[in-house]
């Protein structure tokens, strides 16, 4: 193969080959948000084989968020493992940093940049020298002598950090993508193909078309955004797919004489593809043969069809198993909403629950805990907590739907809820860290695995039905 990967660190010197006259279509599968889905990985094995058979140059990229959502890789003795080897074994070419990539924590985190074989781009990072993290802030990679630059950046949440436990990115600092992406505007002129490698989410991505129109292509994930093929935005092709690796995007760049005269992009199904890598596949099923994820723990006597209603079953058993009066659930904290009736398993638990966070007790009254909830609204991208020991009514801004014009609380059989009393209260610890409401008890910390609270709760249960629960209402 002649495709080359020159790596550029900082500042350091750059010299210009020069582009030669010629015709050359630069071919790029990409992927975002994949979770950990490495049963979908034998199928993408096959996509990218099959289009390296037209074009062995062709170039791979993930978008980030490559883990989290998968406990057989998730909880791997060897982080991340299972995704890293399937990726070094189809041939990507770069990763961006997705916020669930600090999930790793520290040394994980070092430990699977040290196992890729390909970068990981992400130019808004930077960490203390002891951790001894460092990916690139771009890639230039050449085809054929075409130049193709990639620059990655990674998504800042209200607290200046991605949207990942604070606690695990200790040493770590990150700058504003807009203000990042300026200090390298200069690259343009160094490549033919320029391409934001974009973990930023959707409308942050048609933001950054608009103000920085030189690029030729943002490859983009984090929002979870289906595209159909790509979005041109100011002159800029966007593209982005759902969660799960259930599809990619095969993205087309012709190139006249160094310059970009035509872009497009298509939408490929992965999930539903009948052919798949054998190697990949061996793989994969080598990976999934833990038995222990698949022991039965309960049975669901209905379907369950909301995010909440899953979030209703995590407070009622934290509730249950530690003696709390109430609890509470960040939305971003409970992994899916969908699920059959019929056995649950310990690896659906570990799928719904996979930060590995612990509980932590408060003794808050019921005034502290109404700051409390609104703080995780504002704290948590705008997305209200789920609740266990309470009802909650909700009413919102009509001009700012980001803001809580007010929010009542009542017991579970709809009497007032008293703010003076104190209540136990239970969460994990990501909601005890980012949601900094004014409150006397800080919390303690159990030491408890939440999602180990969750597997004996459904033990003792042995039938749980959460079909149609709700306990937050939003009043208009």
Same mark, same amino acid.
């Given at each position: 193969?002649?495709?080359?990967? =020159?790596?550029?660190?900082?500042?350091?010197?750059?010299?210009?080959?020069?582009?030669?006259?010629?015709?050359?279509?630069?071919?790029?599968?990409?992927?975002?948000?994949?979770?950990?889905?490495?049963? +979908?990985?034998?199928?993408?094995?096959?996509?990218?084989?099959?289009?390296?058979?037209?074009?062995?140059?062709?170039?791979?990229?993930?978008?980030?968020?490559?883990?989290?959502?998968?406990?057989?890789?998730?909880?791997?003795?060897?982080?991340?493992?299972?995704?890293?080897?399937?990726?070094?074994?189809?041939?990507?070419?770069?990763?961006?940093?997705? +916020?669930?990539?600090?999930?790793?924590?520290?040394?994980?985190?070092?430990?699977?940049?040290?196992?890729?074989?390909?970068?990981?781009?992400?130019?808004?990072?930077?960490?203390?020298?002891?951790?001894?993290?460092?990916?690139?802030?771009?890639?230039?990679?050449? #085809?054929?002598?075409?130049?193709?630059?990639?620059? !990655?950046?990674?998504?800042? !949440?209200?607290?200046?950090?991605?949207?990942?436990?604070?606690?695990?990115?200790?040493?770590?600092?990150?700058?504003?993508?807009?203000?990042?992406?300026?200090?390298?505007?200069? =690259?343009?002129?160094?490549?033919?193909? *320029?391409?934001?490698?974009?973990?930023?989410?959707?409308?942050?991505?048609?933001?950054?078309?608009?103000?920085?129109?030189?690029?030729?292509? @943002?490859?983009?994930?984090? /929002?979870?955004?289906?595209?159909?093929?790509?979005?041109?935005?100011? !002159?800029?092709?966007?593209?982005?797919?759902?969660?799960?690796?259930?599809?990619?995007?095969?993205?087309?760049?012709?190139?006249?004489?160094?310059?970009?005269?035509?872009?497009?992009?298509?939408?490929?199904?992965?999930?539903?593809?009948?052919?798949? +890598?054998?190697?990949?596949?061996?793989?994969?099923?080598?990976?999934?043969?833990?038995?222990?994820?698949?022991?039965?723990?309960?049975?669901?006597?209905?379907?369950?069809? /909301?995010?909440?209603?899953?979030?209703?079953?995590?407070?009622?058993?934290?509730?249950?198993?530690?003696?709390?009066?109430?609890?509470?659930?960040? =939305?971003?904290?409970?992994?899916?909403?969908?699920?059959?009736?019929?056995? @649950?398993?310990?690896?659906?638990?570990?799928? =719904?629950?996979?930060?590995?966070?612990?509980?932590?007790?408060?003794?808050?009254?019921?005034?502290?805990?109404?700051?409390?909830?609104?703080?995780?609204?504002?704290?948590?991208?705008?997305?209200?907590?789920?609740?266990?020991?309470?009802?909650?009514? #909700?009413?919102?801004?009509?001009?700012?739907?980001?803001? #809580?014009?007010?929010?009542?609380?009542?017991?579970?059989?709809?009497?007032? *809820?008293?703010?003076?009393?104190?209540?136990?209260?239970?969460?994990?610890?990501?909601?005890?860290?980012?949601?900094?409401?004014?409150?006397?008890?800080?919390?303690?910390?159990? !030491?408890?695995?939440?999602?180990?609270?969750?597997?004996? *709760?459904?033990?003792?249960?042995?039938?749980?039905?959460?079909?149609?629960?709700?306990?937050?209402?939003?009043?208009?």
């Amino acid at each position: 193969m002649k495709k080359k990967c =020159l790596v550029a660190l900082g500042a350091a010197f750059m010299f210009s080959l020069g582009s030669l006259a010629q015709t050359r279509d630069i071919h790029i599968v990409s992927t975002n948000d994949m979770h950990a889905a490495i049963d +979908n990985m034998p199928m993408l094995s096959d996509v990218v084989d099959s289009l390296r058979t037209i074009d062995n140059q062709t170039l791979v990229f993930s978008a980030g968020d490559n883990r989290t959502g998968n406990p057989v890789n998730d909880m791997y003795s060897r982080t991340t493992y299972p995704m890293v080897s399937l990726m070094n074994f189809i041939g990507f070419d770069g990763s961006a940093f997705g +916020n669930h990539e600090f999930d790793n924590r520290p040394d994980g985190l070092r430990r699977v940049l040290a196992d890729c074989n390909f970068p990981h781009i992400c130019a808004n990072f930077k960490a203390d020298p002891e951790l001894n993290i460092h990916p690139v802030p771009y890639v230039i990679y050449e #085809v054929e002598g075409v130049k193709v630059g990639v620059l !990655g950046v990674v998504e800042l !949440g209200t607290s200046g950090y991605p949207d990942a436990h604070p606690d695990l990115m200790k040493g770590m600092t990150f700058t504003q993508p807009e203000e990042t992406i300026k200090e390298y505007q200069w =690259l343009r002129d160094k490549v033919d193909v *320029f391409i934001l490698l974009s973990h930023l989410g959707y409308e942050d991505d048609v933001k950054m078309a608009d103000k920085f129109p030189f690029f030729d292509v @943002i490859l983009g994930g984090h /929002t979870h955004t289906q595209l159909e093929g790509g979005e041109m935005h100011n !002159g800029v092709l966007i593209t982005q797919n759902v969660n799960k690796l259930k599809r990619a995007t095969y993205t087309t760049i012709k190139v006249v004489d160094g310059k970009v005269v035509s872009k497009k992009a298509e939408t490929i199904d992965v999930s539903t593809r009948k052919s798949k +890598n054998p190697v990949a596949q061996n793989i994969v099923d080598f990976f999934n043969g833990n038995p222990e994820f698949k022991r039965q723990l309960a049975v669901l006597e209905n379907d369950v069809t /909301t995010q909440e209603q899953m979030g209703c079953l995590m407070c009622d058993a934290w509730i249950s198993e530690l003696g709390a009066d109430v609890a509470v659930q960040n =939305l971003g904290g409970v992994r899916y909403g969908e699920k059959k009736a019929g056995p @649950i398993t310990v690896n659906d638990v570990l799928t =719904l629950d996979p930060f590995g966070n612990n509980c932590v007790e408060m003794n808050l009254t019921g005034e502290e805990l109404r700051q409390l909830l609104l703080s995780c609204y504002h704290n948590d991208s705008g997305w209200f907590p789920f609740v266990g020991g309470l009802v909650c009514q #909700v009413t919102l801004d009509p001009a700012d739907s980001t803001k #809580v014009k007010s929010l009542k609380l009542l017991t579970e059989d709809g009497k007032k *809820f008293n703010l003076k009393k104190t209540y136990k209260v239970v969460t994990n610890d990501f909601v005890a860290a980012i949601c900094d409401s004014p409150r006397k008890d800080e919390g303690r910390n159990t !030491g408890l695995k939440t999602a180990d609270v969750i597997i004996k *709760f459904l033990e003792k249960k042995g039938k749980v039905d959460y079909h149609g629960v709700q306990r937050v209402f939003f009043n208009k």
